[in-house]
């Protein structure tokens, strides 16, 4: 059964201004929610559909996951392709993106997909990139699926993410926008900076660095056992990701 939803957008929307994020609420408008682990906040997409694409222009997010991206294209009357996977991620998807308000009129296309291979999606037809991938072996998405990049260890994540810029590059039109949130990861006690490694990924495939965007994380594992052990081990608790703006 379709949705029917009264509450389409935030209230207390505007757009970002400068290179520093922050989000203190997760945002619950429309059919979003926080119960899909390692989603990203809906007012980070809905800030990069608003800047760099325009109403009926074509949307991608080939790391679906949550479904975040799809229900702010839709809301903002673009179209979108979400692509994951994952079965439960494409469940989620279709899920979250069923709903009806008379604002809204995007369309939306779901596939189950791998981003490395984008072979449904012709060369230069997608308008804006928005996607939040996994963190290498952070968040295990799946247990045994062999296609899922939330299962793989550092070395082998970049290698797979150099297919996933590449495709990207593939698919974008020339001179329009691809947006990647990506954190670090600490190993031992030191970080290893999978951001930048990831920027340098996308570059090295052809894409410029329009903009870094500092994006603050809220609700942070600091108390107990996290904050006890970074002061027993002397660490600071990662409280930022970069959300990477690139440019074909």
């Not at 400068?18 to 619950?28: A, M």
Request: net charge neutral; glycine share 6%; with cysteine.
């Amino acid at each position: 059964m379709t949705k029917k939803i009264k509450t389409w957008e935030p209230d207390d929307f505007q757009l970002e201004m400068t290179t520093h994020w922050s989000f203190p609420k997760r945002g619950k408008w429309a059919t979003h929610d926080a119960k899909w682990q390692g989603n990203f906040s809906p007012y980070i997409p809905r800030n990069i559909i608003l800047r760099y694409s325009q109403e009926d222009d074509l949307v991608l997010d080939q790391f679906a996951g949550g479904g975040t991206t799809l229900v702010e294209a839709k809301l903002l009357n673009r179209n979108v392709i979400g692509i994951d996977v994952n079965d439960v991620a494409i469940e989620r998807c279709k899920e979250k993106t069923n709903f009806h308000c008379k604002e809204t009129d995007g369309l939306v296309y779901i596939h189950k997909g791998d981003a490395r291979n984008l072979d449904i999606i012709p060369d230069k037809s997608v308008d804006l990139i928005c996607t939040h991938p996994p963190y290498a072996d952070i968040i295990k998405y799946c247990e045994d699926n062999p296609e899922d990049m939330s299962l793989m260890k550092m070395n082998e994540f970049l290698d797979e993410m150099k297919k996933v810029a590449d495709e990207s590059y593939r698919v974008l039109k020339d001179d329009k926008f691809c947006a990647v949130l990506m954190g670090d990861i600490r190993r031992k006690g030191h970080i290893i900076p999978l951001g930048f490694n990831v920027m340098n990924v996308f570059t090295d495939a052809g894409f410029r660095l329009k903009e870094i965007v500092i994006k603050e994380q809220h609700n942070c594992r600091a108390t107990g056992y996290w904050k006890t052990n970074s002061i027993k081990y002397n660490f600071l608790l990662i409280a930022h990701e970069y959300l990477f703006i690139f440019r074909k």
